[in-house]
């Protein structure tokens, strides 16, 4: 039999506030446990919580970036469960009006075939403390830092079929809440968790197979590793004519698998019902309309933009375009009169191989966009080769600064008096007839080693469009 | 002594803030072996707060709060001094932080002499249900002084404190004040700040003060109330005679009020009857006109008040879990059993039975048919309150169905303790502000009238108030108190 998967997934965003959705506490990550829980954070009597209008500015951001139906009204319930970490014994969230509607996430997939994903709704809700069993040996210790810490939840219809697609997907959705500056896409410190739920199904059948979820993926390696994982389990389950039962799993990414956490078949009653603690929140035209003035590029039209006013490939605008630090630093490269087209190659190449191997991002480049350029602009201006650029740029990245002075230092000024060059290349061409002889006979090829000589003797600081005029013209 | 009475002496300088506290002090301390109306009596804080007072008068920074003695109710929470909210479970909680009725009154140089007995977590309506005894009514040691601010109530009325603050969720300041024969005000929802005010339930929660006398209330509840940002439900209102309140007056009433009287309640007035009767003709004499008017919900008005109060309160109280502060249980085997027995060991039977019941009304399957149900009556009164005062100005019922009953005569009978909130319950639903005060006895024992307003009216209700205590002597009476 033949099958065929479907995958949705509830995407949690840590929204980039400055304070915590329903309390004064600051949302900074790393600082030493419950330091940043306040008696709010804490649940402690008579504590009361109070909405921050940021995150409120921040979910609607989101909304109108996924083209997606602000909801007038939202409203805040409580979500019923006791657990360590979790101070009130309930969590706020949004249950039957969540500030998002319905929208819809383009994404182009490996093979560069586009793909869109409906975004059945986005809320808003509180995020947990985390429990922390191997700081107090025999007990489990609970951290509140992060309770309160706001949390935009992105559910998914169930409208994709290859882990790859789910991959691709919450790729696209990282690209896209950080492009608008709502999450700082840190998936390392949990700024964005993912929970995926997978059936299996044959195909061809209009009905979904019984699903589990997957809880809690923290990368875009581990969506798709995990989903496979538990496609393929399903897949085995089914052929051997087992039964699918309906549970929370979690993966494990050590072992590659993902195992039973919980049955859900007596499906949790988490007893929701309006926080009367806060009002319903009221969304009005003016307030929307204040959040899209404020809206940053999205990187759909930022890689438009690239293309069409920057002349950049396709290929190379997509690149830029889909990771916002990269475009800006890029940006601020053309804003400093680099060629376009230069500035994203050596971006896209030399810089980004230079971060990967250093396992760096844009933002903790050791070569400022200024310097880069310079660079570039003394590529274009002739003043540096390619080859005296690479050195220039070693400088840089070893912390030098000031292109034009690294040039004068080093040297590394391309010959521009073509008498000098001339000489040399006479020089060359004299000490070399049989080669001569050659090239004169038809032998093009010598040509690469006679510019190779005259590099060697000017140390590379020849231009090389020079070198092959006046060469040309000694060998005739 | 009345609180203007001490306002004005100590702006006389007849006496200083010191010498009233300790007076005050002394009082609590002796009755309160009878009274039982003080979980916690602070004689260094007072004393403290007085001597800051005085200091705070010398500078010529009074306000005619500074000095004043008071009591809170042990639900707001006080900073260094223990809240415990009438339970085993809080014990030994001590807040890190002020309530905001507390620091408001703090910083209008109120003097806190002690935190007062209630029903555990506000739970009650009889102040048995404490984890620190029950309290006894001052005008017969052998009967309730009513709850769930029964504490409160109780010292106002035996002299232990000139005013006190209360809590009044379905009736928890105006029942117990008309048991012990004082004057109770339960602001419209939103007007007094609940942070810090430990939740019962949330939706219906309100703050007010409990003093002898109507005019008595005006000052502090002037200064408990106002807008509050950590509170989201708290109303952002000026009203400049609140801040004439502050500065000591007393609203004055003068035109002819339509008062309405809803017939669904006089029906049901019991004890009250006849005290009734004789109000509605000193308010005749007044110049307000009476007429009858019909809500038509008020009969649902109790069950549904159990179920929105038990549903709020069954997660409110979910916090109580023994993980972070509270009872909690020793050597748990592991969470589940921490769970289990740090809140059977710390709740009451009351407070278990509430969110047993609150926990059902939410549960799937049920919830459309209590919840939601719950919600909808609660319109429905909302609508009926709406509707009467396009007719009337204000609403005269009685507070109770009796005076007040023996102790442990409705333990055993849940049901016929909660019908004593038919006619308080009502309004708590509507979010109105709602006034109890004396207005006559029986056997001996006080009886109190309510007058509901329209929301934020409670001007009226003060002015009214106190303009049928100049004209009548019930709220005059003491216990004749024999500590």
Known sequence: ?476 | MSVRDISQALAAGSYSSVEITRRYLQTAESRNDAINGYISITPEVALAQAEAADARRGRGEATPLTGVPMAHKDIFCTRGVRTTCGSRMLANFVSPYDATVVEQLAHAGAVMLGKTNMDEFAMGSSNENSSFGAVSNPWDTGRVPGGSSGGSAAVVAAGMAPFATGTDTGGSIRQPAAFCGVSGLKPTYGRVSRYGMIAFASSLDQGGPMARTVADLALPFAYMAGFDARDSTSAQRSEPWLEAMRQGEVPQQSNGLRIGLPAEYMAKAGDSGAALEAAIKALEALGHSIRPVHLPHTEAAVPAYYVVAGAEASTNLSRYDGVRFGHRAEHPTDLTDLYERSRTEGFGAEVKRRILTGTYVLSVGYYDAYYRQAQKVRRLIQQDFLQAFTDVDVLLTPTTPNVAFAKAALTQDPVAMYAQDVFTTPASLAGLPALSLPCGFLDGLPLGMQLIAPHFEEQRLLALGAQYQEATDWHTRTPEFAP
Request: glycine fraction near 6%; aromatic fraction near 6%.
């Open chain 1, 1 to 476: 039999m033949k099958w065929q998967a479907t995958i949705g997934l509830e995407v949690h965003v840590q929204l980039a506030t400055q304070s915590k959705i329903f309390s004064g506490a600051p949302t900074a990550y790393g600082a030493p446990p419950n330091t940043q829980a306040c008696p709010v954070d804490l649940g402690l009597p008579g504590v009361l919580p109070v909405l921050n209008e940021q995150a409120v500015r921040m979910a609607v951001r989101f909304g109108l970036a996924i083209g997606a139906q602000i909801n007038e009204r939202c409203v805040f319930d409580r979500k019923n469960y006791f657990y360590p970490d979790l101070p009130k014994g309930y969590q706020i969230s949004q249950l039957d009006h969540p500030i998002v509607g319905r929208g819809k996430l383009e994404f182009a997939l490996p093979d560069g075939a586009q793909r869109t994903v409906t975004i059945t709704r986005a809320h808003l809700e509180e995020d947990a403390g985390k429990s922390v069993h191997d700081a107090v040996p025999g007990a489990t210790a609970v951290d509140l830092n992060r309770a309160g810490t706001p949390l935009l939840e992105v559910v998914s219809e169930p409208e994709m079929h290859t882990p790859a697609e789910a991959a691709a997907y919450f790729r696209a959705l990282w690209q896209l809440v950080r492009a608008i500056g709502i999450c700082d896409g840190q998936l390392q410190e949990g700024s964005m968790r993912c929970d995926a739920n997978v059936s299996v199904a044959p195909t061809g059948s209009d009905t979904l197979g019984e699903r589990t979820e997957i809880k809690n993926i923290n990368s875009f390696r581990f969506v798709e590793r995990a989903v496979r994982y538990e496609i393929e389990r399903q897949i085995d389950v089914l052929e051997s004519g087992g039964r699918i039962v309906r549970e929370t799993r979690l993966y494990d990414d050590e072992r590659d698998e993902t195992r039973s956490m919980r049955a859900k078949e007596l499906s949790d009653d988490y007893r929701y019902f309006p926080d009367p603690d806060l009002l319903p929140v009221e969304i009005d035209a003016a307030f929307i309309e204040a959040v899209r003035a404020d809206m940053p590029e999205l990187p759909s039209a930022r890689q438009a933009r690239f293309e069409t006013d920057l002349g950049l490939p396709a290929d190379r605008a997509a690149a830029l375009a889909e990771d916002a630090e990269l475009a800006n630093y890029f940006e601020a490269m053309t804003a400093a009169e680099a060629d376009p087209v230069l500035a994203a190659n050596w971006l896209l190449n030399d810089v980004a191989a230079r971060l990967n191997a250093d396992e760096l991002g844009i933002r903790q480049s050791p070569v400022a966009a200024e310097d880069l350029a310079m660079l570039v602009r003394r590529l274009s201006d002739d003043t540096l080769s390619s080859k005296t650029a690479r050195t220039v740029f070693d400088r840089l990245w070893a912390g030098a600064r000031g292109v034009d002075a690294i040039i004068e230092q080093e040297g590394l000024k391309q010959m521009d008096d073509s008498d000098a060059l001339a000489a040399i290349v006479a020089e060359v061409v004299a000490g070399n007839p049989d080669q001569a002889e050659q090239f004169r006979a038809g032998k093009d090829k010598v040509l690469g080693f006679f510019v190779g000589q005259i590099m060697k003797r000017t140390q590379g600081k020849a231009n090389p469009k020079q070198v092959n005029i006046l060469l040309r013209e000694a060998l005739k």
